[in-house]
């Protein structure tokens, strides 16, 4: 994971450079929404000391993706159901790459989903992160731990943010993530670091236990079978 995180640091000079030129989109997501999102997610996690420290902290998997994939996140898809609308997007990793004569070669998926954005105290009620190893197709069973690039394996979350911006989360004891197919276009970036855009389609279940005492459980699932809206950020060739 700290080579991981030592690629993050290299290609993300070039997170500054890329810019979306795209026109006005319906599924775009307003400022202060992505705030939402990333104060919850970063509540959960950057400071935790009872989940996986590969996962949490300042060097952890959760570290890197906030910083060369959440910049990029203005668009997410809308998904009712059950009176909620859900807001979806799937990421996916692609790394093969060389740094000081060794050889990083990883793939992973993420679905980022939430629902109960309130715009006048800029919270969101609940977030949903879901991690799977490899690339579409996926099918993973959800667990307490994600090792990476472990077939099969994957791990969840649920975060509820409350109106003073603490949070309460909830890690997976079950479920799946599954992806069937995924499409991008053109890239922005360089040579070494690209982020293209595009859809992946899927669907999950899961059902978490409240971190650390297990005194609550939630269960949630849903279906982007028909696609939502996907980047994928490739790390490819040699890095300084």
């Known amino acids: 994971m700290k080579r991981l995180w030592l690629l993050a640091l290299v290609a993300g000079g070039v997170v500054g450079a890329c810019s979306d030129g795209g026109g006005v989109d319906p599924d775009a997501i307003h400022e202060n929404e992505i705030l939402a999102v990333r104060t919850a997610l970063d509540s959960a996690f950057l400071h935790d000391t009872v989940l996986d420290?590969?996962?949490?902290?300042d060097?952890?998997?959760y570290a890197l993706m906030s910083a060369l994939?959440?910049?990029f996140i203005d668009r997410a898809s809308r998904i009712v159901g059950g009176g909620d609308t859900t807001r979806v997007v799937g990421i996916e990793f692609d790394i093969d790459a060389t740094q000081g004569g060794t050889q990083v070669t990883s793939n992973l998926t993420a679905v980022l989903a939430w629902k109960g954005f309130d715009s006048t105290a800029s919270t969101v009620d609940t977030v949903f992160f879901l991690l799977g190893a490899g690339r579409a197709p996926v099918t993973d069973s959800l667990w307490e731990r994600f090792t990476l690039d472990t077939a099969g394996t994957g791990t969840g979350f649920?975060?509820?943010q409350f109106p003073d911006f603490t949070v309460e989360k909830?890690?997976?004891r079950g479920g799946h993530l599954r992806t069937t197919g995924s499409s991008y276009g053109s890239s922005q970036g360089n040579a070494a670091f690209k982020v293209f855009r595009g859809t992946l389609d899927g669907e999950y279940t899961i059902t978490a236990k409240l971190v650390p005492d297990s005194s609550s459980?939630?269960?949630s699932s849903l279906d982007f079978g028909s696609g939502t809206h996907g980047i994928k950020v490739q790390i490819h060739g040699s890095l300084p």
Do not use: K, N
């Open 53 to 57: 420290p590969a996962f949490t902290g």
């Open 59 to 61: 060097s952890g998997l």
């Open 69 to 71: 994939v959440f910049p």
């Open 158 to 160: 649920v975060i509820h």
């Open 170 to 172: 909830w890690l997976t």
């Open 217 to 219: 459980t939630v269960t």
